[in-house]
């Protein structure tokens, strides 16, 4: 076993990758952009392996901050990359070497970014944040005209885009969600004509999937990218599947008593002689302690409850009268055989979305890609 090899590990299909990356070009049409969000490790995918093999396929990628944009660019990612949120003054410098686009929500912000590029003598990519009803960042709209002249004014900053989020479109039908589509509309009515090569967008995967008129000229769909946005009546889009499995491998195996506790503070006792495994993933890996007495595993195709508290590093489970043994391959999320455990499962026992899971996957878990 390699160094680096913990006993517990992702498994990363690259074709389904990018079989979902085709379905959404396919759903999109040609004359609509596709942004890539690949903040937070591709949502805990790999950033620096996803990014070469989503690059011929898609025409943006979307990161959260300067640390992810200057990733890319070592993997040699050459297509546009456009940072999200509020970019912190000391990082503008670096932001601009990389050739990311900034986003600006004021502007003071855009000042500082001319200030800047006109000392490094660079032309500044930037895109324009509106605020239309996530009040994160975004410029308020009775502002956005002054800032667009600033910008266009600037010989140092070239417009690459206007943008704003949806907080409520994970929801088909949500009023909101189209209070602020109207804001946004009416922005690109007036704006479009001006700027012919400016691109407009606003759809996040629930925008995409569920309000076609948000498309503009690119959408930003993340989690529907990575598998999980469920309940999709659509042809095309049903199709997209996960492509993440979460294993690991039994370490330890034993038989244990009647009325015996299993692990911190005994809060799991053995209603009969058992047998117990033990599996090598904890909460220092991102399997959530909230999982404990809850969770269920896979082995050999079967589902097995996990016994007692989650360790940091380690957990426990009680597999009856069944045959399993040290090495045996465990699915922790997926599919084995005919069963699957979903990460939505997962995240409603956690209490929490499916993103967080995800995100919270660490680096202390292997990635392993397959079909690459
Ligand atoms: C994260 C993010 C997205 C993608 O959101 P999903 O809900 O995963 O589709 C799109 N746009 C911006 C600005 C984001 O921050």
Redesign the pocket.
């Known amino acids: 076993m390699k160094i680096d090899n913990h006993a517990a590990w992702i498994e990363i299909d690259c074709a389904q990758f990018r079989q979902n990356l085709t379905l959404i070009r396919q759903y999109i049409g040609k004359e609509t952009k596709l942004c890539l ?1 690949v ?1 937070a490790n591709a ?1 805990g995918h790999g950033l620096k392996e996803l990014g070469p093999i989503a690059e011929n396929l898609i025409d943006y990628f ?1 990161i ?1 901050c300067l640390r992810e944009g200057i990733a890319l660019r070592h993997v040699n990612i050459k297509k546009p990359i456009l940072l ?2 509020a970019i912190d003054e000391e990082q503008i410098e670096q932001a601009i070497i990389h050739d990311l686009d900034i986003t600006l929500s004021s502007l003071y912000k855009a000042q500082l970014v001319h200030a800047k590029a006109a000392s490094l003598n660079k032309k500044c990519l930037v895109q324009i944040e509106v605020e239309t009803g996530m009040q994160r960042t975004g410029i308020r709209i009775d502002s956005l005209p002054e800032l667009i002249d600033f910008v266009v004014q600037s010989p140092y900053l070239s417009l690459k885009g206007i ?1 704003s ?1 949806f907080a409520t479109a ?1 929801q088909a039908e949500d009023s909101q969600t189209h209070v602020q589509l109207q804001r946004f509309d009416s922005i690109v009515k007036h704006y479009r004509p001006l700027f012919k090569d400016v691109i407009f967008h606003i759809a ?3 925008g ?1 999937a569920y309000y076609p008129q948000s498309h503009y000229n690119m959408v ?5 990218v990575y598998g999980y946005l469920p309940c999709l009546s659509n042809p095309i889009l049903s199709q997209i599947k996960p492509f993440f499995t979460l294993k690991a491998r039994i370490t330890f195996f034993k038989v244990v008593q009647a009325n015996q506790g299993i692990s911190y503070n005994h809060q799991y006792r053995t209603a009969s002689q058992t047998r117990i495994v033990t599996i090598p993933i904890g909460y220092g890996d991102g399997y959530r302690r909230a999982l404990s007495n809850k969770a269920d595993v896979l082995i050999h195709g079967k589902r097995y409850p996990v016994a007692g508290i989650i360790c940091m590093d380690q957990f426990m489970v009680d597999i009856g009268q069944d045959n399993a043994y040290v090495g045996d391959e465990v699915v922790l999320i997926g599919t084995q055989g005919t069963q699957t455990i979903t990460l939505q499962e997962i995240a409603d026992k956690c209490d929490t979305i499916t ?1 967080e899971i995800l995100c919270g996957l660490n680096d202390r878990l292997v990635r392993k890609y397959l079909n690459s």
């Open positions: 969000p903040k949502y979307g959260s999200f949120g943008y989020h994970d996040n995967s629930g995409m930003r769909p993340g989690i529907l993103y």
